[in-house]
């Protein structure tokens, strides 16, 4: 499936103009809209004057704004023009150093009269600094350069399919992160793939919700509504207050998001039903992130209207497959199929493997990049194909199945999870809004696996009770040890979760304080992982697991129960419950079953004849 690809987005952004120039290219809360003529000006405006200081399609221009309109026409000025490297405005000034250093920036621009972290690097690394101005009266978008040159007539000369337009780093967890150049071609390529796979037409309004530093926000929810001549409604970054007020006020047919966005709209969705009847949107995307199934299901009914699920990364320009809207098929928990690039799936060895075998995803197309600009290109690319480290597999259909992240894949004592597994289970409680598991790190099984959820507003339950929950879905090794309840899960500037990391960002959580038995049950219990696991000073909210347990261990510690207690609790009950306090709770309700059951046992006897209990003694000896 593909439309046909421009050449570059200069000439997108010239046609649009040509054919349409009085429609709505923006618009944006409190502000005039910008018609396509009006936004061609701006990119020629700002091309004469880049020219005249000097600076060509080869130079390249850091962009710190904050969301909003100036942000859409300033990379679209700039990537137009010379090379555009969008930076997080949130950025501390040790990050600005970096970034700036290592994309080997020529020039910063930024908002007039902010000093910021991003004007302090820039000072310090001897880097030009641009100053940008808004008049908040005019057209949204519309900003003119502080100091504008003598000689506006002089401009550059038009760059080509093969230009670079925008530099990115890939978001680094463990390993100094990658510099990805885009061409022109890559991302005209990606956002005709994204306007052919939606049936994009410029009836359409796609309210932007992603910064536009990330590729999610640049390609699909700027890119692409241009090239199909819609509109963009330009919002500061998602606000859970003010989304539903954009809806009204706007109409939106469309919004694309990380699924943390999504489910954000889930948790308040609720209390603004009046308001999402009275939506226009043809359908919702999803993408960057696994969506989990129930999440996909709660935001149809809440929209009425199809949710698809895509498949991106940086360097393939963003888009690399998408279920296809009604009335073809949409696959629940699939990324759909393979939109514009080639996609296959390899084994570890460079072999291209059949449907429904699982390996590595691999791509390779017009969209995806021709490599890192810091690594050598032999370490990402095996015969031409671009390793993107995620698993996954192809159905019997062609719909891609993505099972995780290479890295990710977390290996409790030899048993290999897929934690993507683990949050789905997770999400099925009614009362957990997001959810998200995770390895940390265990002296003897290597890794343990943990989570950390969100629950829905008004809603309760205990870490304990969604440990319970999670027995009936998984297998017992698949079960957390520890499932944190929070506020918030902590997230990264384009509001995706990064599973690498998050046992260092909850450390202080994971911590538990020291508190003392109360109960001959736990007394008893903490002697027992006392001597099991040669640990001194073992409170009743301690973690069978995290001091150090295993399984055989943990069998030790149940066969230890059974024969002080007289029991016959199974060996899994340590894994359901692992604290002092949650074992002890579950010893003291089998013993009171086991009580009654005795008691039933005794009362019954009792009623027995003499004849009757003479027989039951004779059939109870063994001949």
Not at 204 to 231: E, K, W
Not at 318 to 333: D, E, T
Request: hydrophobic fraction near 40%; aromatic fraction near 6%; charge should be negative.
């Amino acid at each position: 499936m593909g439309t046909q690809t421009h050449s570059s987005i200069n000439f997108i952004l010239l046609e649009k103009a040509k054919q349409q120039p009085d429609s709505v290219a923006l618009f944006a809360p409190g502000r005039l809209s910008l018609d396509y003529a009006t936004l061609y000006r701006q990119v020629e405006y700002c091309n004469r004057q880049l020219a005249a200081m000097g600076l060509t399609s080869q130079s390249r221009i850091a962009v710190v704004l904050p969301n909003g309109p100036e942000m859409v026409t300033c990379c679209l000025s700039i990537a137009s023009n010379a090379v555009c490297a969008p930076l997080n405005p949130d950025y501390k000034k040790k990050e600005f150093l970096f970034y700036l250093d290592d994309l080997r920036v020529d020039a910063l621009i930024i908002f007039e009269d902010t000093e910021n972290p991003a004007r302090e690097a820039a000072r310090e690394l001897g880097l030009r600094v641009i100053d940008i101005s808004v008049d908040t009266r005019s057209p949204a978008g519309s900003f003119r350069f502080t100091r504008e040159n003598s000689a506006p007539d002089n401009k550059s000369g038009p760059v080509s399919g093969a230009d670079i337009a925008l530099v990115l780093h890939t978001s680094g967890t463990t390993s100094r992160p990658k510099i990805v150049p885009l061409t022109h071609e890559n991302l005209c390529a990606s956002a005709a793939n994204i306007v052919a796979t939606l049936h994009l037409s410029p009836r359409d309004r796609c309210l932007s919700v992603m910064p536009l530093f990330h590729i999610h926000g640049f390609v699909a929810a700027m890119l692409s509504p241009l090239l199909s001549g819609g509109s963009i409604i330009c919002s500061p970054g998602y606000d859970s207050e003010r989304f539903f007020q954009w809806v009204e006020e706007f109409q939106p047919t469309w919004y694309t998001a990380v699924p943390t966005i999504h489910q954000s709209v889930l948790q308040i969705g609720a209390q603004y039903r009046k308001l999402s009847s009275k939506h226009n949107f043809r359908f919702i995307r999803s993408s960057s992130s696994a969506l989990p199934p129930t999440s996909l299901i709660e935001l149809e009914e809440l929209f009425s209207a199809p949710v698809v699920e895509a498949y991106g990364m940086t360097e393939g320009s963003h888009q690399i497959a998408c279920n296809p809207l009604p009335p073809k098929q949409r696959k629940p928990g699939s990324v759909g199929l393979p939109i514009g690039p080639e996609v296959s799936i390899m084994d570890a060895n460079g072999t291209l493997l059949d449907a429904e075998i699982e390996g590595e995803v691999v791509i390779r197309g017009r969209n995806i990049t021709s490599g890192y600009e810091n690594q050598p290109e032999a370490a990402a690319f095996t015969s031409g194909w671009l390793r993107t480290g995620d698993q996954g597999r192809f159905d019997g259909d062609g719909y891609l199945f993505l099972t995780g992240r290479l890295k990710e894949i977390i290996n409790r004592g030899g048993e290999k999870i897929s934690p993507r597994e683990v949050d789905e289970a997770l999400l099925e409680h009614p009362s957990v809004a997001q959810a998200v598991a995770f390895a940390i790190p265990h002296p003897l099984l290597g890794e343990d696996l943990n989570a950390a959820v969100v629950l829905y507003r008004g809603k309760d339950t205990t870490s304990s009770q969604l440990r319970e929950f999670a027995f009936q879905n998984l297998a017992a090794f698949k079960v957390p040890s520890e499932i944190l309840i929070l506020d918030t899960l902590p997230k990264n500037a384009t509001g995706k979760i990064q599973r690498l990391g998050l046992a260092e960002k909850l450390a202080s959580q994971l911590e538990g304080r020291y508190v003392a038995p109360k109960t001959e049950t736990e007394q008893l219990l903490v002697n027992i992982f006392s001597t099991v696991l040669e640990h001194d000073q073992i409170g009743i909210h301690d973690n069978f697991f995290f001091l150090g347990g295993d399984s055989l261990r943990g069998t030790s510690v149940i066969v230890k129960i059974n024969a002080e207690l007289d029991l016959e609790l199974p060996s899994p009950s340590l894994f359901q419950h692992p604290t002092v306090q949650e074992l002890a709770g579950h010893v003291e309700a089998t013993q009171a079953i086991r009580d009654e059951e005795l008691e039933q046992l005794a009362m019954e006897i009792e009623n027995l004849s003499d004849e009757e209990v003479a027989r039951l003694l004779e059939a109870s000896v063994e001949p």
